[in-house]
């Protein structure tokens, strides 16, 4: 069983919203912090969003601003990245990841979905 299975990526027009989707195995939800990381074509990965695991606190990578919302169905072991107002320079894919560890607001990840395409054109 996949520890971790993104969804909901494709192509969009800027200013649109998109809804991305992450399934945990169950132990994986139970144990780990879960969040989001993105990874555009010549760029690092860089740090989009998590949510701790018991209290469910959102931290969020310094480029959102308010534009991107993490949220989790615990019913559905799944997490969730709502983006709002996308712009050509969130294309990336999207990694779904999973931690121990949430320093300074940012997930420090041990495990990776294989990702999903977010393609935003002009």
């Known amino acids: 069983q996949e520890r971790l299975v993104e969804s909901g990526g494709r192509l969009v027009q800027a200013g649109d919203s998109l809804r991305l989707s992450c399934a945990a195995a169950?132990?994986?939800?139970?144990?780990?912090?879960l969040g989001w990381f993105r990874q555009a074509p010549g760029k690092e990965r860089e740090f989009v969003a998590t949510?701790?695991?018991?209290?469910?606190?959102?931290s969020y990578g310094d480029f959102v601003k308010g534009r991107f919302t993490i949220s989790r169905s615990d019913a559905l072991n799944t997490i969730y990245l709502q983006m709002n107002d996308l712009k050509p320079e969130d294309t990336a894919i999207y990694y779904c990841?999973?931690?121990?560890?949430?320093?300074?607001?940012?997930?420090?990840?041990?495990?990776w979905g294989q990702g999903t395409q977010v393609t935003v054109s002009a």
């Open positions: 990841a999973a931690g121990s560890t949430v320093r300074m607001g940012r997930l420090e990840s041990e495990y």
């Open positions: 169950a132990n994986t939800y139970s144990s780990f912090h």
């Open positions: 949510m701790t695991r018991v209290m469910g606190t959102p």
